[in-house]
T-cell receptor, first 111, second 116 residues
Framework: AQSVTQLDSHVSVSEGTPVLLRCNYSSSYSPSLFWYVQHPNKGLQLLLKYTSAATLVKGINGFEAEFKKSETSFHLTKPSAHMSDAAEYFCGSSNTGKLIFGQGTTLQVKP | ETGVTQTPRHLVMGMTNKKSLKCEQHLGHNAMYWYKQSAKKPLELMFVYNFKEQTENNSVPSRFSPECPNSSHLFLHLHTLQPEDSALYLC???????????????FGPGTRLTVT
């Protein structure tokens, strides 16, 4: 069975410091993996995706994620947080066309 | 904003009302989805349509009735809802390929539904 676990429900960082949002997946086959961001009262916006090409994936707004098969992880990182990064982040996994989401991580950015 | 639009953005309805949510995608996709997003809960996939045919119904109560007249439009008809149905309803679309293909989904802004 396919599942996604976001290890932190809430992450708080100071502006200008690195961001790390953790995601582990479980899948019988090599999945496609995604990170989405949701700002208040908005829909989900795709940040980046992994589809079995390069294991380090670069996305929009300076975010990137690294696929580690041995650890079944796909953590999202950004070197320097900006106030506008404060939002809800969702990790997703798909290997049959059905997208499974994690519970979400709220990122708080303090001035 | 993406190429997926949803109307209305906000809806308040009584439990005896009938209303419909509308979704339209301008991306040339052939799959469309309805999700429910409640506070403190993960995103719940409700329905999936591929080439206008319903391919998935995740045990959604019959008071929610989807309709997909073509690959660009998706509706969710609502009747005799309960207060616990209050949530953000998100529409999404994607390409669809052969079994095992996984394309990213593009989401609309959602309809905030309140049932009183």
């Amino acid at each position: 069975a396919q599942s996604v676990t976001q290890l932190d429900s809430h992450v708080s960082v100071s502006e200008g410091t690195p961001v790390l949002l953790r995601c582990n997946y479980s899948s019988s086959y090599s999945p496609s993996l995604f990170w989405y961001v949701q700002h208040p009262n908005k829909g989900l916006q795709l940040l980046l995706k992994y589809t079995s090409a390069a294991t380090l994936v670069k996305g929009i707004n300076g975010f990137e994620a690294e696929f580690k098969k041995s650890e079944t992880s796909f953590h999202l990182t950004k070197p320097s947080a900006h106030m506008s990064d404060a939002a809800e982040y969702f990790c997703g996994s798909s290997n049959t066309g059905k997208l499974i989401f994690g519970q979400g991580t709220t990122l708080q950015v303090k001035p | 904003e993406t190429g997926v639009t949803q109307t209305p953005r906000h809806l308040v309805m009584g439990m005896t009302n009938k209303k419909s949510l509308k979704c339209e995608q301008h991306l040339g996709h052939n799959a469309m989805y309805w999700y429910k997003q409640s506070a403190k809960k993960p995103l719940e996939l409700m329905f999936v349509y591929n080439f206008k045919e319903q391919t998935e119904n995740n045990s959604v109560p019959s008071r929610f009735s989807p309709e997909c007249p073509n690959s660009s439009h998706l509706f969710l008809h609502l009747h005799t809802l309960q207060p616990e149905d209050s949530a953000l309803y998100l529409c999404a679309s994607s390409l669809t390929g052969t079994s095992g293909s996984s394309y990213e989904q593009y989401f609309g802004p959602g309809t905030r539904l309140t049932v009183t």
